[in-house]
């Protein structure tokens, strides 16, 4: 079980990425992602040293940069379709360090466990502003059917809330990622929580 995952996001985030972390910690997340995809190497290198210190305890994913995760001993990194194969981060990274995939289809989760991911990104389950390449969303069916052909966790992504929250879990979600409709709280630690006891009290127990 994953549970909620948190990834950050600087232009939702009202009180900056670094107390946003510090909330996810508090709420008790296991794995928190650093996404940034507009800054320069060194002020990158800055912030991911200083979340990895806050998540010196949770598992902590770079995303997009493996020279970024190595350099901050990151535990790993989470890749997309047109980044690095995975195979080859692999090689890079070698056996110990945590690798995760976005995928679309069937297909791309097979090959994602062929090429040695840990674990998979479903995306975009519903649809979403906050990632305007996301793509058409593909529903929990999809989530059914990935879960059914390969062997490996999966967590979910792209206009996840709480309202629809449990549909993803039952349909087989190891962990959810959702970001607008907890950025965009003033209390983002209280709003996790609720997500995390989605997990830990299943509907239906
Ligand atoms: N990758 C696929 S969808 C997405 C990312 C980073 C954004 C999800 O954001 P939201 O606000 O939870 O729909
Ligand atoms: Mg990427």
Do not use: W
């Amino acid at each position: 079980m994953i549970g909620y995952y948190f990834i950050t996001d600087k232009n939702l985030s009202k009180k900056g990425i670094t107390s946003d972390v510090k909330a996810a910690v508090a709420a008790g997340v296991k794995c928190v992602q650093y996404r940034n995809k507009e800054i320069d190497s060194e002020k990158a290198y800055a912030q991911a040293l200083k979340l990895r210190k806050l998540c010196k305890d949770i598992t902590f994913l770079i995303n997009d940069r493996l020279d970024l995760a190595l350099r901050v001993g990151a535990d790993g990194i989470h890749l997309g379709q047109d980044d690095l194969p995975v195979a080859m981060a692999r090689r890079l990274l070698g056996e110990n360090k945590i690798i995760g995939l976005t995928v679309h289809s069937i297909k791309e989760a097979q090959e994602a466990k062929k090429q040695g991911a840990d674990y998979l990104a479903i995306s975009p389950i519903y649809a979403t502003k906050t990632k305007k390449d996301a793509g058409r969303p593909k529903g929990i069916a999809l989530i059914k059917k990935i879960k059914k052909a390969v062997k490996l966790p999966v967590v979910v992504i792209g206009g996840i809330n709480l309202s629809n929250a449990r549909k993803v879990i039952r349909a087989g979600a190891d962990g959810l990622c959702a970001i607008s409709c907890v950025l965009t709280k003033s209390n983002v630690k209280k709003e996790i929580e609720k997500f995390q006891r989605l997990f830990y009290n299943p509907p239906g127990q």
